[in-house]
């Protein structure tokens, strides 16, 4: 059944001071920040965030930092805000840095409805103290506790396509077929939170899918999915990277650019290093 939306104002008001909230994002990329926006102005406190990282001071996870709502984060890092840094040596706030592949293992078993995940990292480092251990076949393992949340707060952006460029791992096939169609079929593509993240509705593409899927032979075969790989590559719809020997930063001269005016959370001396756009 689908359900109907709420105002942001009416969601910050659902979530109570003191509540534990996974806040979605990496270093402000991708946070909800007209959630964040609304527990600011509503006066959030005593919050426990969990994600992984609190941004920079004016985006993201770093907005309600900066206004006091939290009293505790359970993070991968906090390296890029130094208010936090600040709170934190004071002891206006607690911080557990959290090894990042664990925060998402935790998450993870937090959800699935499990006790806990068995990991080596931190072993023989401060991240194991006051942690049980267990040894199996002769190696060391911590035990990490599931985390859980009250609220989660994700900003709704692959669904409904609402991105510039998305980097994804796309499963091969010995003998592709049919998981193609669900991939770049048009029909797809008007299906809300289906694997066709580009929104491909193309009649070319269609008509090779056809193509693959009435397939006899193995040389009509690979004809086909050659044929369908220059069209999605020379429509921009993929962009393969993975196994390149070189790293892309635009694929085609004229077709990308950067903004005018860099946004908030662009800062040089930090990796984030660049934006870019399609030109329309």
């Known amino acids: 059944?689908?359900?109907?939306?709420?105002?942001?104002?009416?969601?910050?008001?659902?979530v109570p001071d003191g509540a534990r909230v996974m806040i979605g994002g990496f270093l402000g990329v991708g946070s909800p920040e007209?959630?964040?926006?609304?527990?600011?102005?509503?006066?959030?406190?005593?919050?426990?965030?969990?994600?992984n990282d609190?941004?920079?001071?004016?985006?993201?996870?770093?907005?309600?930092?900066?206004?006091?709502?939290?009293?505790?984060?359970?993070?991968?890092?906090?390296?890029?805000?130094p208010t936090t840094q600040r709170l934190m040596s004071a002891g206006a706030i607690e911080v557990e840095l959290?090894?990042?592949?664990?925060?998402?293992?935790?998450?993870?078993?937090?959800?699935?409805?499990l006790g806990g995940v068995?990991?080596?990292t931190g072993v023989g480092t401060v991240v194991a103290q006051g942690k049980q251990m267990v040894e199996i076949d002769g190696a060391s393992f911590l035990i990490e506790k599931p985390l859980r949340a009250d609220f989660a707060l994700l900003r709704k952006r692959l669904d409904v396509y609402d991105f510039d460029l998305t980097s994804a791992r796309v499963p091969g096939s010995d003998t592709p077929g049919s998981e193609l169609v669900a991939r770049?079929?048009?029909?797809?593509?008007?299906?809300?939170?289906?694997?066709?993240?580009?929104?491909?509705?193309?009649p070319a593409v269609d008509a090779l899918l056809e193509k693959v899927m009435s397939a006899t032979t193995r040389p009509a075969l690979v004809v086909s999915l050659r044929a369908l790989d220059r069209v999605?590559?020379?429509?921009?719809?993929?962009?393969?990277?993975?196994?390149?020997?070189t790293f892309r930063v635009a694929y085609r001269a004229g077709k990308f650019a950067q903004p005018a005016v860099a946004p908030d959370y662009y800062q040089p001396e930090a990796w984030l290093v660049s934006t870019w756009w399609r030109k329309k």
Do not use: W
């Not at 007209?34 to 994600?51: E, N, P, S």
């Not at 609190?54 to 805000?81: D, F, M, Q, W």
């Open 118 to 120: 068995l990991t080596p």
């Open 98 to 113: 959290i090894p990042q592949g664990t925060l998402a293992e935790r998450i993870r078993a937090g959800g699935s409805g």
């Open 232 to 245: 999605l590559r020379h429509g921009h719809y993929a962009v393969p990277h993975y196994y390149a020997g």
């Open 54 to 81: 609190t941004a920079y001071p004016t985006v993201g996870v770093g907005k309600l930092i900066e206004a006091g709502c939290v009293a505790r984060v359970e993070v991968s890092h906090i390296g890029t805000n």
């Open 184 to 202: 770049f079929g048009s029909e797809s593509a008007a299906t809300e939170g289906s694997s066709n993240l580009m929104g491909v509705r193309d």
């Open 34 to 51: 007209r959630l964040i926006d609304a527990l600011v102005a509503r006066g959030a406190r005593a919050l426990t965030i969990i994600g």
């Open 1 to 14: 059944m689908r359900k109907s939306a709420i105002a942001v104002e009416a969601a910050a008001q659902l």
